[in-house]
């Protein structure tokens, strides 16, 4: 009896440790992993700080922000959408948040429930554009990203807020492992990624979502809500965005309204490195964490050893290309 | 990207045939080409996957090494300078002011021996990379960071943090909010140079009614506050000091927009104000890319003679148009000094212990091609002498 095998799993059991860890670091992340053990290595060799307790952690830091709003972006590239108005949500949820608390004297967590609420509702209507009226992601999200900038520029003011409640920042908070500091807010990114990884692999509503990416009127005609998957979604990661909007304000310690303009595209750049196909339907979460930690690896290293930071940007572009080619590689192998 | 987007080659192939029975045998292709079909990894082309995958790994990481090697070839040797490192951060790369204290630095720092660490934010604006680079600079151990804030007030945190590990903190040309949340200030007094202005364009119009068109800055950053309410005070439009937060405007100015000190948004923000007032004959302009930005839609306009522009900055390229006579006269401002300074300081710091603290004012000069009676001005050979740029 063929049962229709529902796309990205490996034809193997799905159960015990070793095929789960297999299936966590498939084929689509051996690529990132390898890319990122390799700057690893030559980063620690050329400055002895990079390699410490402190500075691992740091990078884990910087990278929290975007690498959550990156959760948001797999889930929406692995339905073959693509979402470019993360980081103006983002900025939106964290004046939202930081203003409702300050100005207007909120009770902080109810000011935060806002916050998270008003990220959820641009995913919804993001989502709705996306299913009710069939206009393609990429003009939706082009749209709703000024709209989320204008608002975040109308409603903050341009004015930073600060002397936030210390609930606020308290992500930021860090604890000692050992000799080394570790912010709550690297801990949640990082349990956030795994719950994600949890139910795109694990549950049916994960299938479903490669399902949708992948093919979805074969999707539809097995039975699977396309629409309601889709929306569901848009929604999920617009509350994923409304958690990075809380974990940058705990780093940063203010409400900034001119705060994640350009982690839309670091977003995707970071789903593109690791492995994650952008025609949809294909990828892994945990690649993004691998593609998300390549960037702050290579950003931090490379301003340890006192490289100009434009080079960066052209290195970063360099293995964006590179991310592509091997993905397009990868998918021509399978023909 | 939906299937009928795509060029036919890579389509699925059960596209176009709507509606296939579900349970066909063939379903497990049409979604997963690849599962339980043929052993997919096979090693020739997975070899050269990894191939692909190394070689622009490889010159990336080439790339990087020159880079450091040649941001690091111009230190080192000093006599005593050693382990002593400087960080300079500033808003972003690429403009030349910043270029200009950029390169003032590094020249310090190779004059002392000491290695310097640079950074910068994406735009202006741009606070994350601002702290990021921070963070980053302390682990690899400067001595003191100077940095050009790019959010005054969100930058605080970030800056206690390396204060409270012991690095010297001085920020240049941008005040933090508040001021003492740094060591110590290397600044131009943004309102005494837009005073400047304001007085020799008082002088030149006289009593003539004058409309004014402000091309500012952006909302809420200091520097861009300073120089408006300082043209307004020197003009005699407004009783405003240096220690207002906000723009206070006068009835005499007409329009007021915001350019992001870029020329191209400069142009249209003179186009705009022209169209809203075709009356406007002078013009404040926060820098000398707007100025230039306001000249051209005012020549569009056939108004360039008929229309004073005032401006801050005293770049080359700025100084050469007072020269030109598109600008009247601009307040020079030294970034040069600034940088300068700023690694003397953390030097001094490093070797001493000696904290330098408070502002210290790097001067302002007004240039202008023609002077005006009652203030005091240089002309433009000591501009183009002194320019940064």
């Known amino acids: 009896m063929m049962e229709p095998s529902v796309v990205g799993a490996e034809a193997e059991p799905r159960t015990g440790a070793g095929p789960l860890l297999r299936q966590a670091l498939g084929l689509s992340t051996l690529g990132p992993l390898a890319a990122l053990v390799l700057a690893g290595l030559f980063f620690s060799i050329q400055s002895d700080r990079f390699l410490t307790g402190g500075n691992l952690s740091l990078i884990v830091q910087q990278v929290m922000v975007v690498g959550t709003l990156a959760i948001g972006q797999t889930l929406v590239i692995l339905t073959a959408g693509i979402d470019l108005s993360n980081g103006a949500v983002m900025a939106l949820g964290n004046i939202v948040m930081t203003r409702l608390a300050v100005a207007s004297g909120l009770n902080v967590y109810l000011a935060i429930a806002l916050g998270l609420l008003t990220c959820a509702g641009f995913g919804v209507l993001n989502g709705g554009l996306v299913t009710g009226l069939r206009l393609p992601p990429f003009i939706v999200t082009l749209g709703t990203l000024s709209i989320a900038f204008a608002l975040t520029h109308i409603y903050s003011n341009e004015q930073t807020v600060t002397g936030l409640p210390s609930q606020l920042t308290y992500l930021g908070k860090t604890f000692a492992l050992g000799q080394t500091d570790i912010t709550y807010g690297s801990v949640l990114m990082v349990a956030l990624f795994g719950l994600t990884w949890y139910v795109l692999s694990q549950t049916a509503a994960g299938r479903h979502l490669y399902a949708v990416g992948n093919h979805p009127e074969a999707a539809r005609l097995t039975g699977i809500r396309t629409r309601r998957v889709l929306l569901g979604t848009y929604t999920v990661a617009g509350l994923i965005y409304g958690l990075a909007a809380l974990l940058l304000v705990s780093r940063t310690g203010v409400g900034d309204p001119n705060a994640g303009q350009t982690d839309n595209l670091d977003s995707i750049t970071a789903v593109v490195l690791g492995g994650t196909s952008l025609f949809g339907g294909r990828g892994s979460v945990i690649g993004t964490l691998l593609g998300a930690l390549i960037v702050g690896v290579i950003r931090n290293g490379l301003q340890l050893i006192g490289t100009k930071s434009i080079y960066q940007t052209l290195i970063t572009g360099i293995l964006v290309i590179v991310a592509v080619s091997v993905d397009q590689l990868a998918r021509r192998r399978q023909r | ?389």
């Open chain 2, 1 to 389: 990207m939906s299937e009928l987007a795509k060029p036919a080659h890579l389509r699925r192939r059960s596209a176009g045939t709507d509606g296939a029975p579900p349970g066909a045998t063939r379903t497990t292709r049409t979604t997963d080409p690849g599962a339980g079909r043929r052993p997919d990894r096979s090693p020739r082309r997975r070899a050269g996957g990894m191939a692909a995958l190394a070689i622009p790994v490889v010159l990336a990481l080439t790339l990087a090494a020159c880079g450091s090697s040649d941001s690091g070839s111009g230190s080192g040797n000093g006599s005593s300078g050693g382990d002593i490192t400087v960080g300079l951060i500033t808003k972003t790369e690429t403009n030349p002011f910043f270029v200009k204290m950029k390169e003032g630095a590094e020249k310090e720092a190779q004059a002392k021996g000491v290695k310097l660490m640079t950074a910068a934010g994406k735009f202006d604006g741009d606070n994350a990379s601002q702290v990021t680079a921070i963070e980053n600079m302390v682990v690899a151990g400067v001595k003191g960071i100077l940095i050009t804030p790019s959010d005054t007030k969100a930058i605080i945190p970030a800056i206690q943090k390396a204060r409270d590990k012991g690095v010297l903190v001085i920020a240049l040309d941008t005040p933090t909010d508040p001021q003492s949340a740094v060591d110590a200030l290397f600044a131009t007094n943004n309102f005494t140079a837009g005073e400047l202005i304001g007085k020799y364009a008082k002088a030149v119009e006289g009593s003539k009614a004058v409309k004014i068109a402000t091309l500012d800055l952006a909302p809420g950053i200091t520097v861009g506050v300073l120089r408006h309410n300082g043209f307004l005070s020197g003009y005699g439009l407004a009783a405003v000091d240096n220690t207002a937060s906000d723009q206070v405007t006068a009835p005499s100015v007409v329009c007021s927009q915001d350019t992001q000190g870029d020329q191209a948004k400069g142009q249209t923000a003179m186009e705009n104000c022209l169209q809203k007032d075709p009356g406007i004959n002078l013009v404040y302009t926060i820098n000398e890319p707007a100025a230039l930005g306001a000249y051209t839609a005012l020549k569009a306009a056939g108004k360039e003679k008929d229309v004073l522009i005032v401006s801050v900055d005293g770049g080359c390229t700025g100084t050469k148009a007072v020269q030109d006579g598109k600008i009247a006269a601009t307040s020079q401002q030294y970034p040069l000094k600034m940088a300068e300074r700023g690694v003397d300081a953390v030097v001094d710091y490093a070797k001493t212990g000696n904290k330098v603290s408070g502002y210290t004012d790097t001067g302002v000069t007004l240039i202008a091609a023609k002077p005006a009676s009652g203030v005091d001005s240089k002309d433009v050979a000591f501009g183009l002498a002194n320019c940064w740029g």
